[in-house]
């Protein structure tokens, strides 16, 4: 493992997956509160799967997200404390407090946007991508999308296009079981989303997505590819989400302790701390000492979203068009 | 027999009662039921915001659950509305319309003209509306005024639990693709509804309030905040007639042009963007067919021509408030 990344690479992974974790859990609670206005999707159990992928990426890279978007802005680098305070409403949001949980964004930081229309990353993507390959920068595109998005047209149209262009894509398929209820080995027509890859003249590739390093490897032959001209990817990361479609799901429609034991079994934070803890090259106490930071972090981006100000009346009629 | 039941039940009973009358009646759309394949409770949703609960068990093979591909099962729907169902199919938020507009106006909408009067699609299809729920810009759009504008369409906008039911009904048994648009903050609001089954017809406004001093159009939640609106004025002194036109596709045009040759002013309040809305569309209508009438400009009381916000604050200011309604209608009466 540590043979691609060294020792910081490693803290690096960990303090992203981290990151999102605490900030999952801590949406999760301030929403029970009633406090968090609006649709919330989260993230939590799936943080490999961003951080895997977007390890590879450097600023001028672009993103594509969904509904379910914390995770990936966190690993694409958007500032935590931006983010909450979107999430709250608040002026100093990442979007000002027009767009909430579903649709942050930073441009300046690659990241096209959480999304939500289900599917509506694929088509933006194959464009990103075009720009890239007619610059010749070097740059990619990653579409992330899930199981349920996976049978959108969108989707499956954007697949094909980015053939078709040969472009430097990656459409990364975070298969978590389900589309809200609907199990996706009811909604999906083959057996792995990944199948549908050579039916687009693409590779296809499955990866366990609470192994960190399996994500990590697999995005990066991938992104190696489409920097190199190769052309367009699919990678399928299986995978599980820890809490209901949206806050306030009483899921009941999933198995009684499911998330319990993939939490106490498979959860990737815990089995990345194992696997760089057994070598001793990166100790318990470093990855505490993360832990502490990344809370404090946190804690501060809730006090400060709490405190700061809401938008103005004013601005409830700028920033429709560039120009007027 | 009437008893009170929210404006989600009636929408559910009217389902219901059809299917049972009809065995052409289907119902599909994303977890209309809930939980196909997975591993817990099947009927898990009835619907993201629960309105179809209940029917996966009562009417078995009848409720179809999707794949989110909208194009796909809309289409599929208009289809099989080619040849003998009368399906109900639901598109979650009206938003995602963009998704599978094709379908529905290329397709249902032009089937009837295009092929010389010989197709028949009686399709359903039920879509949530609305800001209200700090769902941000992609959840909380109106957009009837979109399915309107389509010749070949019927558009439903019920105001009221009754009318819900009634409209509904009616939306079934009729022979053309009809978009019944549900506000999603009046699932929860309360009124008498007929245990029976009934229909409300198309193209019949009700007047839910009679006055003299001025007419207020209103459409779907826009109608409670006319008539809050209302209530106050009247200890001003001024009478409201308001009047809920129910359908924009057919419009029942006779009954808000007599309202205002008698009253002489005219405020239209729609949820809707105001460019090209049923607003403009309603006092457009009015100026070029009883102009003479008109004793004052016509106020219009709509979102500002910007995206739904998230920010409560501004999701506050965007959609139309019952003061709004209020302070049109006096500068209406006042002006001279
Ligand atoms: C076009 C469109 N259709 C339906 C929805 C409603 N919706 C939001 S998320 C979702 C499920 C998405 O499932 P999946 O793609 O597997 O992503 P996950 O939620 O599991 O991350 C649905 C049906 C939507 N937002 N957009
Ligand atoms: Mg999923």
Known sequence: ?324 | MARKITYQQAINEALDQEMQRDPTVIIMGEDNAGGEGSPGEMDAWGGVLGVTKGLYHKHPGRVLDTPISESGFIGAAIGAACNGMRPVAELMFVDFMGVCFDQIFNQAAKFKYMFGGKAETPVVIRTMYGAGFRAAAQHSQCLYSLFTHVPGLKVVLPSNPYDAKGLLIQSIRDNDPVIFCENKILYTMEGDVPEESYVVPFGEAAVVREGDDVTIVAFGRMVSMAQEAADALQKSGIHCEIIDPRTTSPLDEETILESVEKTGRLVVVDESNPRCSMAGDIAGLVARKVFGSLKAPIEQVTAPHVPPPFSDVLEDLYVPNAAKVESAVTRVAEYT
Request: hydrophobic content about 35%; overall charge negative.
């Open chain 1, 1 to 324: 493992m540590s043979k691609t990344l060294n020792r910081e690479g490693l803290l690096e992974a960990y303090r992203t997956m981290r990151t999102i974790r605490e900030f999952e859990e801590r949406v999760h609670t301030d929403f029970a509160t009633g406090e968090i206005p609006g649709f919330v999707h989260l993230y939590a159990g799936e943080e490999a799967s961003a951080t895997g992928v977007c390890m590879h990426l450097k600023g001028k890279d672009c993103i594509a997200s969904t509904h379910r978007g914390h995770g990936h802005c966190i690993a694409k680098g958007v500032d935590p404390i931006e983010m909450m305070a979107e999430i709250w409403g608040k002026s100093t949001g990442s979007c000002k407090g027009k767009g909430g949980s579903m649709h942050i964004a930073d441009l300046s930081k690659g990241m096209l946007g959480a999304n939500g229309i289900v599917g509506g990353g694929g088509p933006l993507i194959c464009g990103t991508a075009l720009a890239s390959k007619m610059r010749g920068d070097k740059t990619v595109g990653i579409c992330f999308f899930g199981d349920g998005a996976s049978n959108q047209g969108t989707i499956l149209e954007a697949m094909n296009l980015a053939t078709v262009w040969s472009l430097p894509a990656v459409f990364v398929a975070e298969n978590n079981g389900y589309a809200e209820t609907t199990s996706s080995s009811w909604s999906v027509s083959c057996d792995n989303i990944a199948d549908r890859a050579s039916a687009f003249g693409m590779p296809g590739v499955i990866v366990d997505g609470f192994d960190f390093f399996a994500v990590y490897e697999a995005a990066g032959e991938a992104i190696k590819r489409a920097r190199e001209g190769g052309g367009p990817t699919l990678v399928e990361v299986k995978v599980s989400r820890y809490y209901g479609h949206f806050e306030g799901d009483q899921q009941t429609y999933r198995a009684d302790g499911e998330v319990k034991k993939l939490r106490e079994e498979k959860d990737c934070l815990m089995q990345f701390r194992r696997h760089v803890t057994a070598d001793g090259e990166i100790s318990n106490a470093d990855l505490d000492a993360i832990d502490s930071e990344v809370l404090a972090l946190i804690n501060e981006s809730v006090v400060r979203a709490k405190a700061d100000p809401k938008p103005e009346a004013a601005d409830l009629l700028t920033d429709v068009y560039v120009s007027y």
